[in-house]
Every structure is written in C-alpha cells, then in structure tokens.
C-alpha cells in the first residue's frame, strides 16, 4: 500500500543522494491572476525525476536481492536512473532493455553509469514484453517502473517538496506515462492538503490512462500515433490505473505541436532545457491559461534529456 508514511520513508532512504530541485516561478507565463512555478526535475541527477523512484527501490533490496544483478525496462530515463543509482550503490550487475527508438543522449548516459544496455522492440510496450520475458530466464531483480509500491513512493517525495517550498499551492500539473510519478505526486499532496487538484497531462498521439478510464479497461499495451514524446508513449501501470480515479482529479490532452512551442519557449524564454514528456505541462498552461486565472499552479518539468538533433529541429521550427 503506497501511503504518505511510504513516501516518508522513501524520503528518508534517498535524500542524501538525491537534489532537492528548486521550485520557481515563471516570470513569462505568470500574470497579475495566475502564478506558475517550474518543478525542475529536469535538473535533478542524471536529469530526470526517476532516480527518485530507482533509489527508493534498490535502498530497499536485502543483498540476496542486488546480488542476483539489477534489471530495468526503459524508454531511456528510468534505466539511466537505474544505472546509476546501482553504481552509486556499489551494484555491480546492471542490464537495462531499452526501444530501438530510443533516443541517442538518453543511451550514452545509462552507459556511462555502467548499465548494459540490450536494444529490444520499436516501442515501450515491445520492449516491455521481451524483456520481462529475459527476466524471467536470468533471475535479475527487476526494478519495475510503473507498478512498484517503492518506487512510486519514490517518486511522491516530489510532492513533498513542492508543499515544503511553497504550501499555497492550488494544483500540480503531471504528465502520464505508466501513471507513477502522477501516483506517487498525489498520494502525498493530498495527504497534506486534500484540496490540491492534480492534474494529469497525456499527449495526443497516447492517451492510454484516459482510454483505460473511459472504457474502464486497463490498458497494459496501448497503440500510438508517431511522437516526440517517448517517456509518454505505451499502456499505463496496473497500480496507477488502479488508483487514478483517487489520484487524478483531471486529464489534459496537449497536442504534439503545443509541446514543442513549449520546449521552444522553456529554451529561450526561461532559459530550461526540458525533453518533451517534461514540456507537456507548459503547452498545457500556455494553450489553456485561463483554466488556471486565479491559481498558484505547480508544473513538473520531469526531464531533460532531449536529443540535440531534436531540440535543434525544434527550436528552428523545423517540421519533426
């Protein structure tokens, strides 16, 4: 059961080797109505929110458990996060599945932390199925991105410090991939103050957790159109979808195009390098401002490991 006193321990097991990421306010999208504050994950060790998640699961493991070797299923973030928190810890064996898809930037660096890396699949969901089924065979201890209590609890120590920082907060803005990191958010926010609204954030090319509540089905394996966003793309977790009519007080879809005005305007406007699954919840504000007139608006800016290629294209508003 994932509950506030979870995310405290979770806390408890990762501060020492985590940042505690700032919360700032957006002097460009702010007005005389509205505050927004940037969350900057983006910022946090190896750039992405998801170490969060992975130290909170290894610091957990008994020695039998990391003895066996570390195993993670990845779009890219969460094996970075993996690899390094298993070397940070003195892990030895650590082997991460990633798409082929998967961008360059984000492969170097769960190499460079010392992860094998094992390309499988042209999407998450391929990836997903064989690699759970190598898995199997090797006896590695998996660290499961999406449906982990640990993990998630991991995550919700984001929560925490956005409350600690400002406690006026009137909503938290989260993108949905798997549905963890919107889990584990608002578990503890609500915890704290149960009139928070968190709010969720899909692409249009992926809307997997609203169909999955739509047709009150759990879409492990979802269908996507081509997107930027590859941390947002396949099924949703069982445990997020479990919870998400507790957690999730909204959906917003964001269309491909806004998320890239909003990595264009994070870049030279607020002077953040943010990926697209990190971006999507400025194109939400941006697009649909005045949802939020009257309100202090905490966005999560989950990552920023974009490929340069990419973040180039963008930013000359090239056609992706």
Excluded: W
């Excluded at 609500?190 to 169909?211: D, E, R, V």
């Excluded at 081509?226 to 949703?236: H, K, P, Y």
């Excluded at 890239?260 to 390098?273: D, M, N, R, W, Y």
């Amino acid at each position: 059961m994932i509950s506030l006193d979870t995310i405290l321990q979770a806390k408890d097991r990762i501060e020492k080797y985590i940042y505690k990421t700032p919360l700032e306010k957006s002097m460009y999208i702010s007005n005389e109505s509205t505050n927004l504050f940037f969350k900057l994950e983006n910022q946090q060790k190896t750039r992405s929110y998801k170490i969060r998640g992975a130290l909170s699961k290894i610091t957990s493991l008994n020695e039998e458990e990391r003895d066996k070797g570390i195993v993670a299923i990845s779009s890219g973030n969460h094996g970075a996060a993996v690899s390094y928190a298993s070397s940070l810890l003195g892990i030895g064996k650590a082997t991460v599945y990633v798409p082929t898809t998967t961008p360059k930037t984000k492969i170097e660096k769960i190499k460079y932390y010392g992860a094998k890396v094992e390309k499988a699949g042209i999407n998450y969901d391929e990836t997903h199925e064989i690699g759970l089924k190598q898995i199997k065979e090797s006896g590695m201890t998996f660290i499961d991105p999406c449906s982990d209590e640990v993990v998630i609890s991991g995550q919700g120590t984001i929560a925490l410090e956005i409350l600690d920082e400002n406690p006026n907060i009137d909503a938290i803005l989260v993108p949905i991939g798997g549905g963890r990191i919107i889990t584990g958010i608002s578990i503890a926010a609500k915890s704290i103050n149960p009139n928070i609204q968190i709010i969720g954030l899909q692409t249009a090319a992926c809307p997997a957790m609203i169909a999955s509540l739509k047709d009150e089905k759990f879409y492990e394996v979802y269908p996507s159109k081509e997107s930027i966003c590859d941390a947002l793309i396949g099924g949703v977790g069982y445990i997020p979808y479990k919870m998400a009519k507790e957690c999730i007080d909204d959906i917003i879809v964001v269309e491909e195009e806004d998320i890239k005005k909003a990595i264009t305007h994070l870049v030279l406007k607020e002077k953040l390098i943010v990926e697209p699954a990190g971006a999507i919840g400025v194109g939400a504000v941006i697009k649909n401002l005045e949802l939020f007139a009257g309100k202090n608006i905490a966005v999560v800016l989950t990552g920023g490991n974009i490929d340069e290629e990419l973040l180039t294209s963008i930013v000359r508003g090239v056609k992706i």
